[in-house]
């Protein structure tokens, strides 16, 4: 069984900062790949930023310049630095992340999404 939990959402006022933590555990072998995504209401879900190494990493261009993703391999854990939010940049944001298992078996798991709220 794989877990992810996330934290670090929360109330900011424009132009602020916040840092979002995700945390997989359980029986896991490896990690392929580790991002977040954010889901506005009445839109749909889209990807933010997504990490694969320290060389290979995406970011949506709406957040590009903004925010960071980084990853600690030894805790399982991304990290999504947020600066200069926007209001449209309000929505819940979630941790995704592509894992083996310590039984050979890949799968893709999400976590349960943390608010961020960026107003005034």
């Known amino acids: 069984q794989v877990q992810l939990v996330e934290s670090g959402g929360g109330l900011v006022q424009p132009g602020g900062s916040l840092r979002l933590s995700c945390a997989a555990s359980g029986s896991i072998f490896s990690i392929n790949y580790m991002g977040w995504y954010r889901q506005a209401p009445g839109k749909e879900r889209e990807l933010v930023a997504i990490i694969v190494s320290t060389t290979n990493i995406n970011y949506a261009n709406s957040v590009k310049g903004r925010f960071t993703i980084s990853r600690d391999n030894a805790k399982n854990t991304v990290y999504l630095q947020m600066n200069s939010l926007k209001p449209e940049d309000t929505a819940v944001y979630y941790c995704?992340?592509?894992?083996?298992?310590?039984?050979?078996?890949?799968?893709?798991?999400w976590g349960q999404g943390t608010q961020v709220t960026v107003s005034s």
């Open positions: 995704k992340a592509g894992i083996t298992s310590s039984g050979r078996y890949s799968a893709q798991h």
